[in-house]
Antibody, heavy 126, light 108 residues
Framework: QVQLVQSGAEVKRPGASVKVSCSTSGYSFSYYAIHWVRQAPGQRLEWMGWINADNGFTEYSQKFQDRITMTRDTSASTAYLELSSLRSEDTAFYYC???????????????????WGQGTMVTVSS | EIVMTQSPATLSVSPGERATLSCRASQSISSNLAWYQQKPGQAPRLLIYGASTRATGIPARFSGSGSGTDFTLTITSLQSEDFAVYYCQQYNKWPPWTFGQGTKVEIK
């Protein structure tokens, strides 16, 4: 079945960077976009950006524009999120999620998320 | 950025009863609205997209309605597994795609 499995929890110092992986299986990786969504404790879900798994095109929320990088490794069917210059407010669960629509059908991401990873807790603390 | 506002924050419902959740967008989003369910310690699950289309495997007791700025998620005959937090999300205008703050459905 379709699965997204994320890397384990991370603890980082303020100012450091973190890289989270999202390993996919059960479908053709390059056919769909991957999004990253985070959720701080007790807060709403917050969309961070998406990557076209076929051509690597990325689009980020302006909030993170200067310190976020999304990449993918098609040979490993894996997507990555890197967030730099971490601060305490970045403490959150980070989720990868597959876009519901096939890239070729919709010409891009639909912005709906049908399969989610289990989440990766990132704690930023001195 | 489109702001999504959900009400109420918490809804207390007895098992077997109906739950009605509301979501309002700060500007028209046509029917480009999705609903997600999130249980404690779990990732969200897609329930509804296109305001009223159930995602694969979602039971018929979940239904969505609305267009423009006002939307409703109805859960008829609540089951024990339905007690969770529900989020609406607009995907009409991006970036960013945005979520509501959630409605917690709890056992009365």
């Amino acid at each position: 079945q379709v699965q997204l499995v994320q890397s384990g929890a991370e603890v980082k110092r303020p100012g450091a960077s973190v890289k989270v992986s999202c390993s996919t299986s059960g479908y053709s990786f390059s056919y769909y976009a991957i999004h990253w969504v985070r959720q701080a404790p007790g807060q709403r879900l917050e969309w961070m950006g998406w990557i076209n798994a076929d051509n690597g095109f990325t689009e980020y929320s302006q909030k993170f524009q200067d310190r976020i990088t999304m990449t993918r490794d098609t040979s490993a069917s894996t997507a990555y999120l890197e967030l730099s210059s971490l601060r305490s407010e970045d403490t959150a669960f980070y989720y990868c999620a597959r876009d519901r629509g096939r890239l070729i059908t919709f010409g891009g991401a639909t912005g709906t998320f049908d399969i989610w990873g289990q989440g990766t807790m990132v704690t930023v603390s001195s | 950025e489109i702001v999504m506002t959900q009400s109420p924050a918490t809804l207390s419902v007895s098992p077997g009863e109906r739950a009605t959740l509301s979501c309002r967008a700060s500007q028209s989003i046509s029917s480009n609205l999705a609903w997600y369910q999130q249980k404690p310690g779990q990732a969200p699950r897609l329930l509804i997209y296109g305001a009223s289309t159930r995602a694969t495997g979602i039971p018929a007791r979940f239904s969505g309605s609305g267009s423009g700025t006002d939307f409703t998620l109805t859960i008829t005959s609540l089951q024990s597994e339905d007690f969770a937090v529900y989020y609406c999300q607009q995907y009409n205008k991006w970036p960013p795609w945005t979520f509501g703050q959630g409605t917690k459905v709890e056992i009365k």
